[in-house]
């Protein structure tokens, strides 16, 4: 199983960013993929999951209304939009694989991608 991700960058308040994460080795069928945050000196974070089965989201509070993950099954990647970003977002962002949403740790995940809101 491998996952990569792509898309961060350094952001000004407000903005904009598009992060994806490209899977193989994966049955997205079976599969639910998350997006967590890593920021130093803070536990992960899941920020949104999707899930295997009928592709049905959920959000973490901080990000409900601002983060959009959906997936695309003929490419293999799941994408988050992000929007309004703040500079609490700032973090290395992973995608992993769960069976459902529901359990807390990710099986695998990818080396993550930097985001950086900040003027």
């Known amino acids: 199983v491998t996952l990569v991700e792509s898309g961060g960058a350094l952001v000004l308040p407000g903005g904009s960013l598009r992060l994806s994460c490209e899977y193989k080795?994966?049955?997205?069928?079976?599969?639910?993929i998350v997006w967590f945050r890593q920021a130093p000196g803070k536990d992960r974070e899941d920020m949104a999951c999707?899930?295997?089965?009928?592709?049905?989201?959920n959000y973490a509070d901080s990000v409900e209304g601002r983060f959009t993950i959906s997936r695309d099954r003929a490419k293999k990647t799941v994408y988050l939009q992000m929007s309004d970003l703040k500079p609490e977002d700032t973090g290395v962002y992973h995608c992993?694989?769960?069976?459902?949403?529901?359990?807390?740790?990710?099986?695998?995940w990818g080396q993550g991608t930097q985001v950086t809101v900040s003027s």
């Open positions: 992993g694989t769960k069976v459902w949403c529901a359990i807390r740790n990710p099986d695998y």
């Open positions: 080795g994966v049955s997205s069928e079976h599969y639910a």
């Open positions: 999707i899930s295997g089965s009928d592709d049905s989201s």
